[in-house]
Antibody, heavy 121, light 110 residues
Framework: QVQLQESGPGLVKPSQTLSLTCSVS??????????WNWIRQPAGKGLEWIGR???????NYNPSLKSRVTISIDVSKKQFSLKLTSVTAADTAVYYC?????????????WGQGTLVTVSS | QSALTQPASVSGSPGQSITISCSGT?????????VSWYQQRPGTAPKLMIF???KRPSGVSNRFSGSKSGNTASLTISGLQAEDEADYYC??????????FGGGTRLTVL
């Protein structure tokens, strides 16, 4: 079984950097053989794929967010992180972390419960 | 990279079948056999229902089925039940190691 848990500040000021961490409960072999994704959902709206990272550190980002996003990974801690710079109210959303197959068959099968981040002064 | 197009809402009565469409382009839905479908109940994380256009993960009811024709994928739910009421999202591989979601469809069971 795989469990994911997001953590980080629930309130971020405009123009600042949003930082979240996802802690994964699973064995090391499983952690090392999947992609790890960030996905967000503004209130009442649809899902938006932000990006993903493999345990090698290889990353892929949504082109519309690429200039502001950095995803990193700490394999020893089985954690991966999201940084989103220069945030505005439009970045207010529930942020999910999720596991994805490395062969791209299942973009996200296990999900965290999500964490609400509000951008406001 | 634009969001995939889904109807905002669909509805059906218990026991009926409904189909939700997901329209993309020849660069995403039509280019790869990698469309997934997610069910999201209020206040919860999405749940994977279909992957690789037509495959069901273990534990997902066989009342859920996926199909695709050209640039449009579809999710069909047969024998509609009250518990199927939820939001449904399609997701497609969009090439260059990226993914794109649809705008979501709210299913109401009458």
């Amino acid at each position: 079984q795989v469990q994911l848990q997001e953590s980080g500040p629930g309130l971020v000021k405009p123009s600042q950097t949003l930082s979240l961490t996802c802690s994964v409960s699973t064995d090391s072999m499983t952690f090392g053989n999947f992609y790890w994704n960030w996905i967000r959902q503004p209130a009442g709206k649809g899902l938006e794929w932000i990006g993903r990272i493999y345990t090698t550190g290889n990353t892929n980002y949504n082109p519309s967010l690429k200039s502001r996003v950095t995803i990193s990974i700490d394999v020893s801690k089985k954690q991966f992180s999201l940084k989103l710079t220069s945030v505005t109210a439009a970045d207010t959303a529930v942020y999910y972390c999720a596991r994805g197959d490395k062969d791209d068959t299942r973009p996200a099968d296990y999900w965290g419960q999500g964490t609400l981040v509000t951008v406001s002064s | 990279q634009s969001a995939l197009t889904q109807p905002a809402s669909v509805s059906g009565s218990p026991g009926q079948s409904i189909t939700i469409s997901c329209s993309g382009t020849s660069s995403d839905v039509g280019a790869f056999d990698l469309v997934s479908w997610y069910q999201q109940r209020p206040g919860t994380a999405p749940k994977l229902m279909i992957f690789e256009d037509t495959k069901r993960p273990s534990g997902v009811s066989n009342r859920f089925s996926g199909s695709k024709s050209g640039n449009t994928a579809s999710l069909t739910i047969s024998g509609l039940q009250a518990e199927d009421e939820a939001d449904y999202y399609c997701c497609s591989y969009a090439g260059v190691r990226t993914w794109v979601f649809g705008g979501g469809t709210r299913l109401t069971v009458l």
